[in-house]
């Protein structure tokens, strides 16, 4: 037995999972009901992933509480009380905190213990896992339960260790608050973190300079507070609003639409944009038509809608044009914001265009474009992730015959089902690359993931089998039918994170799986109904 702080690692266990935010906490609970050990490592102080490091001022969910939130305690979700319509980063760590308490979870949980690698022993059938305080636990499942968005990406600028004033990123922001009273704060960046936190920095700073590389799209989030009528009607009515987030394609049911945006009159269109846009939901949005994702034609209609809405709200007619967005609406994650484009409006916010005016450098006194430099006290980076694959691949993971993840995938990541990879037997991965994940309600794809995985663990030891390892004609198979259905939509017009592209040096492959949550969900019970279809079943 080694000791970290005041936590026991146990030598041996059934399963190491890696990570303890919403995939690594309902994973310990699912296998401990089946009787298993595992033991958890975060390498965080605390529960809730991305809840717990994303701590930037205005972080907020996209999706609404009384939907972002798990579903396998009937109690829990009866019982929590949710407060606000989206909730805010404070908010959901404290559901995850209490999800901890509520489960017993913290006791096998590892803290601030980040897993450097782990390796496959084919005699044994068992993982080595290795951790940075080198801890050696053997483990028959290793599970990473690391998220999609969570190893940060700070920009490829010269300079940014020469600033003199302070730096901070969204994704790692610090613990206690930051007051930006009377400062000049510069900002590079503007995804969904940006997008949120530029407004209230905004309200605090001297003086905000955002420095825009590519605009987004965003919509009005419309947040307030739940009122106690519609929290009553949806615990009313749960298992049955369940079902339908788990059949729906985005893990947020919403009305089919029907008709193609081509069809319609102007005026039909126009109220329908209208309708998503006053109900501050992006899947409405983005499922006001059939065709969005795969008419480029059908596309444009929102997109010019959109940009009349940001010309209305931006007075800066030059400002208004660089907000808006030339990509097709959707292929880069829209966002979801209070107060956005007007801030544009305030006398101490300026907007750089870094397409006209190309970032050079970071300097000692704050940020230079080919045009002239901006003095700062503070900087801010909101820059993003080395989404999907980065933290899967930021782990020395050595399969059969000491293959490496991170060499394996160097053309892009090959799974089967988003769920598994051929060489690395006993490997689970909870929404990996070619599965649904970012592009649904992360919650929903969570849960689907974890029980799958659980089934399976299930499954090879009522059989009395000892390892489960995708084959790789299934893997080249599911790669390709992701490859084909990302090759009908409109996604690969932009650059993103999706596509890996925000990385320099990563290969450009869609990565996330667009058939939808229910079809997705289909496929893998349809898997193992037929005996885990397309995997090895080891002895
Ligand atoms: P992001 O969407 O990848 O945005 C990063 C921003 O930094 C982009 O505007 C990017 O410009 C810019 N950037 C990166 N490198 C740069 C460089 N060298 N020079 C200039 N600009 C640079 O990252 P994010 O905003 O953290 O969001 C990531 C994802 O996390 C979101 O899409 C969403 O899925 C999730 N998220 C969700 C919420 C929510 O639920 N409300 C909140 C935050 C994040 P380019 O676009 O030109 O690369």
């Excluded at 290795?130 to 300079?159: N, Q, W, Y």
């Excluded at 890996?500 to 496929?523: A, D, I, L, Q």
Aim: aromatic share 10%.
């Amino acid at each position: 037995m080694t000791t970290i702080e005041t936590r026991t690692v146990p030598p041996r266990v059934d399963a190491v999972i890696v990570g303890a935010g919403f995939s690594g906490m309902y994973l310990l609970h699912k296998l401990r009901e089946q009787n298993l050990t595992a033991v958890v490592f975060e390498a965080g102080a605390g529960v809730g992933g991305t809840w717990y490091w994303n701590r930037y001022p205005g972080a907020r969910v996209d999706v609404e509480s009384l939907a972002y939130s798990y579903s396998f305690s009937e109690d829990l979700e009866q019982e929590y009380p949710w407060r606000e319509r989206y909730p805010t980063q404070p908010e959901i760590l404290k559901y995850a905190n209490h999800v901890a308490d509520r489960f017993d979870l913290r006791r096998d949980i590892v803290f601030r213990t980040r897993v450097t690698g782990a390796g496959w022993d084919d005699d044994s059938r068992t993982w080595l896992v290795r951790t940075e305080h080198e801890d050696a636990v053997t483990a028959r499942f290793l599970i990473m339960a690391t998220g999609c968005l969570s190893t940060p990406k700070l920009p490829e600028i010269p300079g940014i260790e020469t600033f003199k004033g302070a730096s901070y990123q969204t994704s790692r922001w610090p613990h206690e608050d930051v007051d930006f009273t009377g400062k000049r704060v510069g900002i590079i960046g503007t995804g969904s973190s940006g997008v949120q936190s530029i407004p209230v920095i905004a309200e605090q700073a001297a003086d905000l300079t955002v420095f825009q590389r590519t605009p987004s799209f965003s919509l009005p989030a419309r947040n307030r507070p739940l009122r106690p009528d519609e929290i009553a009607d949806m615990r009313a009515t749960y298992r049955a609003y369940r079902k339908a987030q788990r059949e729906s394609s985005g893990g947020v049911p919403v009305v089919v639409p029907t008709k193609s945006a081509l069809e319609v009159s102007d005026e039909e269109r126009d109220a329908a944009f209208e309708q998503a846009w006053e109900s501050g939901s992006l899947v409405n949005l983005l499922s006001t038509f059939t065709d969005f994702a795969i008419s480029q034609e059908a596309n444009d209609t929102c997109r010019n809608w959109i940009h009349g809405k940001i010309r209305e709200i931006v007075r800066d007619p030059r400002t208004a044009a660089d907000l808006c967005p030339e990509y097709p609406v959707g292929t880069k994650r829209p966002c979801l914001d209070t107060n956005y484009y007007e801030t544009y409006n305030r006398p101490n916010v300026h907007l750089v265009s870094l397409r006209r005016t190309p970032l050079v450098e970071v300097t000692e006194k704050g940020i230079r474009t080919s045009e002239r430099e901006y003095e700062f006290d503070a900087i801010v980076y909101a820059t993003g992730f080395d989404a999907m694959t980065g933290a899967l691949t930021g782990v020395d993971i050595r399969g059969r015959d000491g293959l490496s993840l991170k060499e394996t995938w160097s053309a892009g990541p090959r799974t089967y089902l988003g769920i598994g990879s051929s060489g690395f037997p006993n490997l689970f991965m909870i929404t990996g690359p070619g599965s649904p994940s970012v592009l649904s309600n992360m919650i929903v794809s969570i849960e689907q993931h974890v029980e799958w995985v659980a089934g399976a663990i299930a499954h090879l030891d009522r059989e009395g089998l000892r390892a489960i390892e995708a084959t790789p004609e299934a893997q080249d198979a599911w790669v390709a039918h992701v490859n084909e259905l990302a090759g009908y939509t409109l996604y690969p017009k932009a650059n993103s994170w999706y596509m890996g592209t925000n990385v320099p040096g990563k290969t450009r492959v869609f990565m996330p799986y667009v058939g939808g949550v229910g079809e997705y969900r289909k496929k893998c019970d349809d898997v193992a109904a037929r005996g885990y279809e397309g995997f090895s079943l080891i002895a």
